[in-house]
């Protein structure tokens, strides 16, 4: 598949544009809001893969305010950037269009599709009032009631001012003349306001979406629905497209800019942040997302961070590992490398291709990503940020393993169940501490000594969740023996995914004083 890269408009959209060499139409690939979109990254991509195979152009696309996008305050950017992302499709010679909107992003489709536009509606919420109103509710019970910082209303992966919420909030559909299609869950209605629609069932979207990204997995049958139903409504005949022009380089506020980079021999795509005024010797600060998601993080903390370190003069790299993002092919069977030796190759190739000297080097990770830092033994970084660890083996996991283990525990079978609380009942807490530090979670002191024998700093900055796993997993006496080279930072009021606006202020807080400490001369 060709796809290109690049930013575009002002303020600009991050894009990415899938464009075979004569299209049939184009299609718009709407971004569901907050961690929905970050769970549906690599679905929307196989769709625009598929599409793509179809003779169908398709652009997907960051808006302007969110994700590698530039910065904007406009509480109407969504709707703003789905009509530019159509606008970019029409100026490579495509002129039918549709707008294809899952979960959230249905609401946002449906406002942007003119009159003469296809829509796919997959998933959708009733409206953006009920849409509003669930990930309140959501949030209160994932993060808690204080979800207001700086002004900004934290919702489940997308801050809000009480603009964007009000114009969120009063998204609606109304009917349609235009081909339209409502693809649903099993007993989903479409919503009314759209009328007299084409309804499709289809399965997969609690699979995909009411779950954890760890979890979540590829809706196959769902896709090639939706692709079969805008292959039927597209032309039969294709006509040649002109790639339209794209930014390489986003500048960010005149001081701070971005570009794409492809990095060592699997080409894995990442987002490189430098200054202006930058130090040649700058350190270099390579950022890893958590769990299989892709780069931006969490409310995207990893594109604020990267940001703020490289107004602070460091050079930033914030990575998709395989299995992320747009890094590799994407497979609807595709297994993750939670935990994986493939994770900790990527990661060596990575840092031999950037060719840094480890005195100049930090690594900041959250989640499997700490994990994943912690294990650049060999590359001997000189600081090593683990961000909401909760994983200290020495052994690497077998590709996909770790998401099946947390699935049998979260939904075990019946026999499982029975197990476990027999486990629990008859083999003393003490053992079983032992077990885990032995088996799944390995031990604290295991984890970082190798490292501190290679000279890094280590700081781990832990939620309060993660910070009992660190003490019951040997963390106080790793705090004893290696002195000052390992340091724990407790958040009280932080969590471990940093969907808490206090966590990810603490967050970056933290990590830009650690570098500036480490490397003082330098930023």
């Known amino acids: 598949m060709s796809v290109r890269h690049g930013w575009s408009g002002r303020p600009a959209l991050r894009v990415a544009l899938h464009l075979p060499a004569a299209a049939r139409a184009g299609v718009v690939v709407v971004p569901p809001l907050g961690q929905e979109g970050v769970i549906a990254y690599r679905t929307l991509r196989l769709l625009a893969d598929r599409l793509e195979a179809r003779g169908v152009a398709?652009?997907?696309?960051?808006?302007?305010?969110?994700?590698?996008a530039a910065p904007d305050t406009d509480p109407y950017a969504q709707v703003r950037s789905a009509g530019h992302a159509a606008a970019l499709l029409r100026s490579a010679g495509v002129d039918r269009i549709a707008f294809v909107g899952l979960a959230s992003a249905a609401l946002v489709a449906a406002q942007a599709a003119g009159d003469d536009d296809g829509l796919v509606l997959w998933d959708a919420p009733a409206s953006g009032r009920a849409w509003l109103r669930g990930q309140r509710a959501l949030a209160t019970m994932t993060i808690g009631p204080d979800r207001v910082l700086d002004g900004y209303e934290t919702l489940v992966g997308i801050d809000?001012?009480?603009?964007?919420?009000?114009?969120?909030?009063?998204?609606?559909?109304?009917?349609?003349?235009?081909?339209?299609?409502?693809f649903a869950r099993p007993g989903q209605p479409a919503?009314?306001?759209?009328?007299?629609?084409?309804?499709?069932?289809?399965?997969?979207?609690?699979?995909?979406?009411?779950?954890?990204?760890?979890?979540?997995?590829?809706?196959?049958?769902?896709?090639?629905?939706?692709?079969?139903?805008?292959?039927?409504?597209?032309?039969?005949t294709a006509r040649p497209v002109t790639p339209p022009p794209l930014d390489e380089v986003l500048d960010v506020d005149g001081r701070v800019s971005e570009r794409i980079v492809r990095i060592?021999?699997?080409?894995?795509?990442?987002?490189?942040?430098?200054?202006?005024?930058?130090?040649?010797?700058?350190?270099?600060?390579?950022?890893?997302?958590?769990?299989?998601?892709?780069?931006?993080?969490?409310?995207?903390?990893?594109?604020?961070?990267?940001?703020?370190?490289?107004?602070?003069?460091?050079?930033?790299?914030?990575?998709?590992?395989?299995?992320?993002?747009?890094?590799?092919?994407?497979?609807?069977?595709?297994?993750?490398?939670?935990?994986?030796?493939?994770?900790?190759?990527?990661?060596s190739d990575v840092l031999q291709a950037?060719?840094?000297?480890?005195?100049?080097?930090?690594?900041?990770?959250?989640?499997?990503?700490?994990?994943?830092?912690?294990?650049?033994?060999?590359?001997?970084?000189?600081?090593?940020?683990?961000?909401?660890?909760?994983?200290?083996?020495?052994?690497?996991?077998?590709?996909?393993?770790?998401?099946?283990?947390?699935?049998?525990?979260?939904?075990?079978?019946?026999?499982?169940?029975?197990?476990?609380?027999?486990?629990?009942?008859?083999?003393?807490?003490?053992?079983?501490?032992?077990?885990?530090?032995?088996?799944?979670?390995?031990?604290?002191?295991?984890?970082?000594?190798?490292?501190?024998?290679?000279?890094?700093?280590v700081v781990l900055i832990v939620a309060p969740e993660d910070a009992e796993l660190f003490d019951r997993l040997g963390g106080r006496r790793a705090l004893r023996r290696f002195g000052d080279a390992v340091d724990v930072v407790?958040?009280?009021?932080?969590?471990?995914?940093?969907?808490?606006?206090?966590?990810?202020?603490?967050v970056r807080a933290e990590v830009r004083a650690r570098v500036a400490a480490t490397f003082p001369a330098r930023v």
């Open 191 to 236: 919503p009314k306001r759209l009328g007299a629609v084409e309804r499709v069932e289809v399965p997969g979207s609690a699979e995909l979406l009411d779950r954890t990204s760890m979890h979540a997995r590829i809706p196959d049958d769902a896709v090639e629905a939706v692709v079969d139903w805008l292959d039927a409504w597209a032309p039969d």
């Open 264 to 347: 060592g021999p699997a080409e894995l795509f990442g987002i490189e942040t430098v200054s202006s005024v930058q130090d040649h010797d700058a350190p270099v600060v390579v950022l890893h997302n958590g769990s299989a998601e892709h780069r931006v993080g969490a409310t995207d903390y990893q594109v604020a961070l990267a940001r703020d370190l490289a107004r602070d003069g460091a050079r930033v790299i914030r990575l998709d590992r395989r299995g992320t993002g747009e890094s590799s092919t994407v497979r609807p069977d595709e297994r993750d490398f939670m935990f994986a030796q493939e994770w900790i190759d990527d990661q």
């Open 354 to 457: 950037l060719d840094v000297p480890s005195e100049r080097l930090a690594l900041v990770g959250m989640c499997a990503g700490a994990w994943l830092a912690g294990r650049a033994v060999d590359e001997s970084p000189r600081l090593v940020v683990e961000i909401s660890p909760n994983d200290y083996r020495r052994t690497p996991a077998a590709p996909g393993s770790y998401a099946d283990h947390v699935r049998a525990v979260d939904e075990p079978s019946d026999l499982r169940r029975r197990l476990r609380e027999q486990y629990n009942r008859w083999v003393p807490k003490g053992l079983r501490d032992r077990v885990a530090r032995r088996d799944r979670a390995g031990g604290v002191v295991g984890h970082v000594a190798p490292l501190v024998r290679h000279g890094s700093e």
């Open 490 to 506: 407790r958040v009280p009021d932080g969590d471990h995914a940093l969907f808490s606006p206090h966590m990810r202020a603490a």
């Open 160 to 182: 809000v001012d009480d603009a964007e919420a009000e114009v969120l909030g009063a998204l609606a559909y109304a009917p349609r003349a235009a081909p339209t299609a409502v």
């Open 58 to 68: 398709s652009v997907r696309y960051d808006p302007s305010g969110r994700g590698d």
